[in-house]
């Protein structure tokens, strides 16, 4: 087995006070040196995706950061100055336009030649909906049923161009068949959504999708993160999520190395102390996931003891692999490049 | 006819380039075009751009595939990315030009795209614009989870709120909001962030924003429409308009005297706003490969295909299997003139009346009907050496017809490399076009004045 290796890049850090232990003046945060360097270091270091958090709402609180630049911004900035890195942004399904969010995501996936992913998450908030003017929606199962929505709609959509609908065929004068263009016609209880896309299908036809374990539907996205705090409870989330059609499952790891502090408890696996004990952790959870997402305390202190002590063992030891140049996200995480679920029959096909 | 009131000696040119994607001026057809698609295209047309010390890169905004008759319409480039994002893309990969993006107000929410905007000017150190439009028709919003339907008149409310909306929370964060020490008590000051509330007729928003004011103070804001509405939008609110007036001089010089009232009416600086007319222009070094180029130009953009498709679009039916080199429509156009062809300039006008006017061109010139859609729908701008073309457009620029111009290249990703190499020299030679960047950011190069929020209100004290 081997393992995929992520890391959460957003902010100073998973810890509070991260902030005051930051390789830079905490103006600098919000820019985008800041945000280049950083992913620069991952994937320097070799790992396989970045991921980025978002929200409408200020991140933190209690003197902490309070400002934070969207996930899909961030993500894109950096596309076409990294290589092999995948870049992975949250975007909300609870209130957010599936429509944009499909365009933004298929952007991201062509500035970055096919390293495009999406965090799937719930905005839970109420303040989110007071944000945008909209009714807060609260209750579980509504939160739930935005949320299959709207992956259904971004995925629909990506799907809504066939791969070869751009023909350019200078005897008819047309740019595109229309015939590989499709009509999503989504009707869910709340929306509706006509397609086909704006965007022409995306690289990878269809970008990683992940989604948190205990939310979403497994057999929805390709990637379902577990949070558990146990091993053992890891191990069992692991498997369940495997048996609902999860096509891989990665772990969600909070970690301060040498002397970083540990941030407070999140009710995710949690590592404090040095990079061997670290790989020992991670030797350990091996068998039961296909890969950790690093949450580090503070990033400017946790990226570079990763990048010198922890990624480089676990290359050497086969226990992961870095990304090659040219390779799709999809392709590093082993994942097929999907069809399209409205191709349209061929006239070569189709029975005469 | 030339008013010399506002004649600027000194004045230079300033170039945007138009990206436009989605439209049929942009010819695919040749071998030199390359994806439409791939950000290959946009990374070549964007250094080009900023090795030519342009000002602006602009994309416009696709909601939904253009349909005529009931179908997509497949004759012109379909498809095209979504704006802010990949200027963020293209932010990371160069360092001056300033990065426009086409977003409209109506299926758009202000706390979303206020952010998304401000969040491109910060990681791009103060270059982002926004050019703000609507969208009236019910058929872009099914695509949309409010659906719907604004009439012309609430579209403009909509977009003023919106855009009053957006300023609040580009101004929520004092100047000087963030601690610049990590030994600070806090990150932000505690009264550095102010929250945003507003309930008006359009938008129930409270928010409390999550970005700092940028090295521009906030978005360069541009305006496209050319309605009165539109115009007295841009003479409140805009910093830049984005015109159609780039082929025609004196329609130029009227259009910009009409700015001008308008800003003086809104209580503005008369050279508060910048003009900046969409326009083309094709370069040869002689007359008659000057005369050649734009016969091929006009061929490329107007195929037989295309053609029909825009006297179609008028027409209200399919014309495809006519002669486009024989003559207008015997019969006159359905009447319907909303339902036919979605998200065409022509929406909404009487399509009767408009044969009329291309059956009485036809007729005076002895016209085709090819010829007649390229009389009525082209908007050819400058054709000419690069010495002819850079005198016409210092001309311009010096009589106050315009500030600038924002081309569209015919060819992508290479249509922009000769008004680089031939024009932008010309120009430089006649003291009418920088020699450098002198600012880093997009208000530095367009030479505008702060925000206009930060000038109506009185400095926010320091706090912390």
């Known amino acids: 087995m081997s393992l995929h290796l992520g890391i959460e890049l957003d902010g100073e850090g998973a810890h509070p006070e991260a902030w005051r232990r930051a390789g830079h003046s905490p103006d600098r945060l919000l820019t985008g040196r800041t945000v280049a360097d950083r992913v620069a270091a991952a994937e320097n270091a070799g790992f396989t995706f970045a991921t980025f958090e978002d929200s409408l709402l200020p991140p933190g609180a209690d003197g902490g950061p309070v400002g934070r630049i969207d996930a899909v911004n961030r993500a894109a900035f950096v596309a076409a100055t990294t290589s092999t890195l995948g870049l992975v942004p949250v975007v909300g399904t609870t209130y957010a336009e599936p429509f944009h969010t499909s365009s933004q995501l298929a952007t991201l996936d062509y500035a970055s030649r096919g390293r495009g992913g999406w965090i799937a998450s719930r905005d839970t908030d109420p303040r989110v909906a007071s944000a945008l003017g909209r009714s807060a929606v609260t209750v579980p199962a509504d939160l739930a049923r935005e949320e299959r929505d709207a992956i259904t709609v971004v995925r629909d959509l990506w799907d809504s161009w066939e791969d070869d609908a751009v023909i350019r065929d200078y005897a008819t004068g047309r740019f595109v068949d229309r015939d590989r263009l499709h009509y999503i016609d989504f009707q869910g209880d709340t929306y509706s959504v006509k397609g086909p896309a704006i965007v022409p299908r995306p690289p990878q036809g269809q970008l990683v999708v992940f989604g948190r374990g205990g939310e979403v539907d497994p057999s929805q996205v390709d990637v379902v993160l577990v ?18 059609g999860a096509a891989l499952v990665f772990v969600e790891l909070d970690v ?55 990624v480089p063992a676990l290359l050497r030891e086969g226990l992961a692999h870095r990304p090659v140049t040219g390779a799709t996200l999809r392709g ?9 679920r409205f191709q349209a029959p061929r006239l070569e096909d189709s029975p005469r | 006819m030339t008013d010399n009131s506002h004649a600027r000696p000194g004045a230079q040119v300033h170039f945007g380039v138009f990206f436009q994607g989605v439209n049929h001026t942009t010819i695919w057809s040749d071998p030199s075009s390359g994806s439409q698609i791939d950000f290959e295209t946009f990374r070549r047309v964007a250094l080009t751009a900023e090795r030519g010390l342009f000002d602006a890169f602009f994309l416009g905004e696709g909601l939904r595939l253009r349909e005529q008759g009931g179908k997509i319409l497949d004759l012109d480039i379909v498809g095209r990315p979504d704006a802010i994002t990949q200027l963020a893309a293209l932010a990371g990969i160069t360092r001056h030009i300033g990065l426009v993006a086409t977003q409209n107000t109506t299926y758009n929410e202000p706390a979303d795209l206020a952010r998304r905007l401000s969040g491109l000017d910060l990681l791009s150190g103060g270059r982002a614009g926004w050019n703000a439009v609507t969208t009236d028709n019910a ?33 929520a964060w004092a100047d000087d909001a963030v601690a610049t020490s990590t030994d600070a008590p806090t990150w932000a000051a505690p009264d550095g962030v102010q929250q945003v509330t507003r309930r008006t007729s359009q938008f129930d928003v409270a928010i409390t924003p999550t970005l700092p004011r940028s090295a521009q103070g906030h978005p360069v804001i541009f305006q496209a429409g050319d309605s009165p509405a539109g115009r007295d939008f ?27 009232a308008r800003l003086r009416r809104a209580g503005r600086p008369e050279d508060d706003v910048k003009i900046l007319p969409g326009t083309q222009i094709v370069l040869a070094e002689t007359a008659s490969e000057v005369e050649e180029k734009v016969r091929w130009v006009l061929e490329g953009q107007y195929t037989g295909q295309t053609a029909l498709s825009l006297v179609g679009q008028v027409w209200g039916r399919d014309l495809s299997d006519r002669d486009p080199d024989g003559p207008l429509p015997e019969f006159d ?59 016409e457009l210092t001309r311009w620029v010096r009589s106050g017809a315009t500030d600038g111009f924002n081309i569209s290249p015919y060819l992508v990703p290479t249509g922009l490399d000769d008004i680089v190499d031939l024009l932008v020299p010309e120009l430089q030679e006649r003291g009418s076009y920088r020699t450098e960047y002198e600012g880093s950011t997009l208000r530095e190069h367009l030479g505008l004045r702060p925000p206009l929020s930060r000038r109506e209100l009185p400095p926010r004290q320091a706090t912390g």
């Open chain 1, 332 to 340: 590093t995480l082993g994942l097929a490049r999907p069809d399209t």
């Open chain 2, 234 to 260: 841009a003479a409140g609110r805009a910093d830049v308009i984005f015109s159609r007036h780039g082929t025609h001089f004196d329609e130029a010089l009227a259009f910009a005297e009409d700015i001008r």
């Open chain 2, 333 to 391: 156009p359905v009447p319907a003139p909303i339902s036919v062809t979605r998200g065409a300039a022509r929406d909404g006008k009487d399509p009767l009346a408009i044969a009329r006017e291309w059956r009485a061109l036809a007729e005076a010139q002895n016209l085709s009907l090819r010829q007649v859609a390229i009389a009525t729908t082209q908007r050819s701008g400058f054709a000419g050496t690069p010495g002819q073309v850079a005198d």
């Open chain 2, 139 to 171: 058929w872009t919003g099914e695509n949309f989870r409010r659906g719907g339907y604004l009439d012309h008149a609430d579209r403009y409310e909509r977009a003023g709120q919106f855009l009053d909306t957006a300023r609040a929370i580009w101004d």
């Open chain 1, 256 to 310: 301060a190395l040498g002397s970083s502090t540990p941030a407070p408890p999140s009710g995710r696996l949690s590592f404090a102390g040095e990079a061997s004990g670290l790989l020992e952790l991670l030797r350990a959870l091996d068998p039961h996931v296909d890969g950790v997402r690093l949450h580090p305390a503070v990033v400017d202190h946790d990226l570079p003891v990763l990048a010198r002590y922890v």
């Open chain 1, 227 to 244: 949070s558990e705090a146990t091993l053992d409870d890891i191990a069992d989330a692991a498997a369940r999520t495997k048996d609902r």
